[in-house]
């Protein structure tokens, strides 16, 4: 099992930025695919990046790419989101997820997720 607990949501104005973070307990977190998708009200979750187990590949949704940034410290058993040029449509529930695949970017690829840090960017 892996436990895993966000943080770093809350209320930013457009243009501005966040950082989440999602730090993992349980089972070598280390071997496993990281990812942050994002759900927005009344929509479906959405694939927003992901990083294999050395962080040595990324993928991007493409809506995303460019603002941004996934990264992992294997260290602290910890993964971010920086979050750069933030807009309204960014707006959602973000989810931390861990896959043992390693390219994953489906919400069935991903054996377990934490609880969601709601991100709100105002106008």
């Known amino acids: 099992q892996v436990q895993l607990v966000e943080s770093g949501g809350g209320l930013v104005q457009a243009g501005g930025s966040l950082r989440l973070s999602c730090v993992a307990s349980?089972?070598?977190?280390?071997?496993?695919?990281m990812g942050w998708f994002r759900q927005a009200p009344g929509k479906e979750r959405e694939f927003v990046s992901a990083?294999?187990?050395?962080?040595?590949?990324?993928y991007d949704a493409a809506s995303m790419k460019g603002r941004f940034t996934i990264s992992r410290d294997n260290a602290k058993n910890t993964v971010y989101l920086q979050m750069n040029s933030l807009k309204p449509d960014d707006t959602g529930v973000y989810y931390c997820?861990?896959?043992?695949?390693?390219?994953?970017?489906?919400?069935?690829?991903?054996?377990?997720w934490g609880q969601g840090t709601q991100v709100t960017v105002s106008s």
């Open positions: 997820a861990a896959s043992a695949s390693r390219r994953a970017t489906l919400t069935y690829q991903y054996d377990y």
């Open positions: 349980g089972r070598t977190f280390s071997s496993y695919t």
């Open positions: 990083i294999i187990w050395d962080g040595g590949n990324t």
